[in-house]
């Protein structure tokens, strides 16, 4: 999964409010002797961004039920299904190196999965 540009941009900025050379209008002192009256209002800002897009990340992502069923992991992290039928649920595609994710099974009325 890409990290948008924003929530990239976002990170960038909190990483460095504290930590980043001295720049007299942008970073001054990070958030000590001052900084803070600059840094903070945008750090809390680009916290909401990171925040939202987290938010959003995790939350589950409905899947379409089918006689099989492929995740596409480009979309997102966790996935939701409910059962009616029996179903084969295949290999997910679309993963990053190293991306895992998780697969939430409700069993309906009837069915199961192979």
């Known amino acids: 999964m890409t990290t948008p540009a924003a929530v990239a941009g976002a990170l960038t900025r909190l990483a460095q409010y504290n930590s980043g050379d001295y720049e007299p209008a942008s970073n001054p002192r990070g958030f000590d002797d001052g900084g ?3 840094n903070f209002p945008a750090a809390l800002a680009d916290m909401v961004t990171v925040s939202n ?6 939350a589950p992502v409905a899947v379409t039920e089918g006689p099989a069923v492929t995740l596409d992991l480009s979309s ?3 996935f939701a299904l409910t ?3 029996s179903r084969a649920v295949m290999d997910p595609t679309g993963a990053a190196l190293g991306q ?3 697969l939430i099974l409700t069993q309906g009325g ?3 999965i192979s």
């Open 76 to 78: 997102g992290l966790n």
């Open 100 to 102: 895992s994710g998780l």
């Open 110 to 112: 009837a069915g199961g």
């Open 83 to 85: 059962l009616t039928g």
């Open 53 to 58: 897009w987290i938010a959003g990340t995790f």
């Open 36 to 38: 803070h009256v600059i």
